[in-house]
């Protein structure tokens, strides 16, 4: 098999399982927190704001794309790529790939939570190797769909690094009813991570199982909130926006 091939065909792989793999980071970051240095990984309110802020910039990231999609689109789709149209207006205009621009930062946050640049450092090699490959096949299926107007808009805008040059008004305005739709569950999940690093350090550096009080409104609004959008998307069409 050729190198073309054995990329795309282990991208598509990693496609199909990108949903649950980057928890790997996260049974990973548990582990590490039993061995670190007690005295570096103790509750610091401000560390662990920016840590949160730092996640929340690429879920905002990430929300600020979901929000001018259309509808048929691979973002959510966890079997097989698809796209009925190119996407190349709005932050597309800016960068290719937003949303692992987002999914980045997201997990950049927990990461940086352990407070080891040795840790920073081997999640950004191996983020870049694991994302570079869905990206690789991602590309491919677009450029057979799309051929040369794909080439067209790859050739004018980078893949991971912005640029503003040749920004355009998005093509659909931005929905935040989608947005919750959409990312409800990674809202919540971000959230939930940092409350489950926090009972795991806990519980390594005094042996005893508690959340601090910041940690323990962080699992409530996520509960809640993950509680109220899943009624809403299941229950009802409050969320539902015509062809999207």
């Known amino acids: 098999m050729s190198l073309v ?6 991208g598509n792989w990693l496609f199909r399982r990108r949903s649950w793999l980057p928890l790997i980071i996260l049974v990973l970051a548990a582990c590490y927190l039993f061995i670190a240095n007690r005295s570096v990984i103790y509750f610091n309110f401000t560390w662990e704001i920016i840590c949160i802020l730092v996640s929340v ?21 966890v079997i097989d790529q698809m796209a ?7 932050v597309y205009s800016v960068v290719r790939h937003p949303a692992y621009i987002g999914n980045f930062l997201i997990w950049l946050g927990p990461v940086l939570f352990l407070r080891s640049v040795w840790c ?27 051929g040369e107007a794909y080439d067209a808009w790859a050739f ?10 040749h920004f355009t008004k998005p093509a659909l305005p931005f929905s935040f009813r ?3 739709k959409r990312e409800y569950n990674s809202i919540a999940n971000l959230l939930l991570v940092f409350a489950f690093l926090d009972l795991i ?19 409530v609004v996520a509960l809640l909130f993950w509680a109220v959008v899943r009624y809403l998307v299941k229950r ?3 969320l539902d926006v015509d062809g999207r």
């Open 5 to 10: 091939h054995e990329l795309e065909k282990s």
């Open 57 to 77: 910039a690429g879920e905002l990231v990430r929300s600020y794309s979901v929000g001018h999609m259309p509808g048929n689109i691979s973002d959510r789709n």
């Open 84 to 90: 009925d149209e190119l996407n190349i207006t709005g």
């Open 120 to 146: 920073v450092i081997i999640f950004v090699l191996a983020f870049w190797l694991y994302y570079e490959r869905i990206i690789f096949a991602e590309e491919q299926y677009l450029r057979r769909k799309f």
């Open 156 to 165: 004018r805008v980078r893949a991971v690094i912005p640029g503003f040059r």
């Open 178 to 180: 989608i947005v919750l």
């Open 201 to 219: 350090r806990n519980i390594a550096v005094t042996g005893r199982v508690y959340l601090e009080p910041m940690y323990i409104t962080l699992l």
């Open 236 to 238: 009802t069409h409050f």
